[in-house]
Nanobody
């Protein structure tokens, strides 16, 4: 089992930045890929970004390309989502997820473990 705990959410003005962290514990050697997803009220969960746990390759949703970056620190078993130039439409609950077998996948079904989520609110 892998446990994931997100942190770093909060309230920020449009144009501002936040960095989310996702700390993994447990059987972390089994992680192959990590992803970030978000869900706004009344909307479906959507893919934001993903990273391979070992090689560090990344992928992003078109809506966040050029504004968000994803990284990981294997020594700390932590993944990060740096969010810049935030917009009100980025407001959502952000969750990290880990996959045992796949990486850089946008489908939430590919992920085996999920964190509880952290709220990000961007005011206009």
């Amino acid at each position: 089992q892998v446990q994931l705990v997100e942190s770093g959410g909060g309230l920020v003005q449009a144009g501002g930045s936040l960095r989310l962290s996702c700390a993994a514990s447990g059987r972390t050697f089994g992680i192959y890929g990590m992803g970030w997803f978000r869900q706004a009220p009344g909307k479906e969960r959507e893919f934001v970004a993903a990273i391979t746990w070992r090689g560090g390759r990344t992928s992003f949703a078109d809506s966040v390309k050029g504004r968000f970056t994803i990284s990981r620190d294997n020594a700390k078993n932590t993944a990060y989502l740096q969010m810049n130039s935030l917009k009100p439409e980025d407001t959502a609950v952000y969750s990290c997820a880990a996959s045992k077998t796949l990486s850089l996948v946008a489908s939430s079904q590919a992920y085996d473990y999920w964190g509880q989520g952290t709220q990000v609110t961007v005011s206009s």
